[in-house]
């Protein structure tokens, strides 16, 4: 069948409409040739670009949408958390660069995590705090390894010396074992009871594993006790200890069975044997749990055994009375501000 041309008037008898001569292609519709426009390359690159400019704004407003924190208190009950990380240092790092990293695969982990909460699913273990590996915290502090000792509270510490090796033989800490206060301003401040329970839980006498003065460095000062000057390090260089002086160096309470049953129930692991770095392993490495939460809490607040006085001065009838006072300032006895007078007399026995 011959056919003519609408564009070059030329006569054809192709099949598919297609002029010998121009080359363009035709089609039938309503009884007339319709040319059929092709697209150049050109036309279909600007059209991916513009696709792919759009899927790229469109996934950059997801992750922005997805990493705010306030997406987790739509699920989470953590407004307090919330609002310590608001007003801490940390304000500016976004949820899942601590929780989860910092490359594309951590972040998909991190929404596929958000989009879980959509499944119907039992709940194993509950009150489980937000898992921070100790990489995501050395990716930004790092250098802290490299430090000496730091002043904290007055005592002596090192970041190396903790995250480095297995303390106690099973024990290998990690960055929120003590880094998990959530205060106000601060948001991961240091947890006393974590420096407790590992430097007393189980010692002979309730004494620090390390001893005392791995951490605490003797008084330089004299310590004014109503009308006597006591100094620690006269005493110490006669190789007097401690807890010769102290009292109740260290307390425990609670129920370690009964810890175990607030989050494994009746569950059969609880009858299982394992050591010590099994159970460290899954509890502090894996889960990132607080001490407290299977231990006893402890109370590190020594006191003052004023009656073993009378062991070395005999024959002296001394008198404490009023605070005790350092180059003029209350200072701390009993674990509390000593702001009552007291009077305890000293004499032999």
Known sequence: MKWTCPFCGSENETKDYR???????FRVSGGKLV???TRPPEYLISIFLILAFLLFNAALIGIEYA??????TTCHQMEYYFHSWEESTHKGVKCYVCHYGTNPVDFIRGAYHSLSVLSEKPQVYR???ANVSSDNCLACHGNITNVGYLNYKNLSFSHSNHL?????????LECVSCHREIVIGSHIAVKDTTCFVCHFYKTPEGLPITGCPSCHKSPSDNIELGNISFSHSLHLEKDIK????HKEIIKFSGNMSLNCKQCHGDDDVLTKQLS?????????NSYKLDCVTCHETPEHKPKVDFEKCSLCHRGMNIRFQGPAVVNGNAVKLNGTLNETPYDVPISSP
């Open 35 to 37: 040319e059929v426009k």
């Open 19 to 25: 002029c010998e001569v121009c080359g363009k292609k």
């Open 242 to 245: 401690c807890e010769f002086c």
């Open 164 to 172: 480095n090796g297995y303390k106690r033989g099973f024990l290998h």
């Open 127 to 129: 009150n489980l705090p």
């Open 276 to 284: 010590d770095l099994e159970i460290h392993s899954v509890h502090v």
């Open 67 to 72: 990493s705010d924190p306030r997406l987790c």
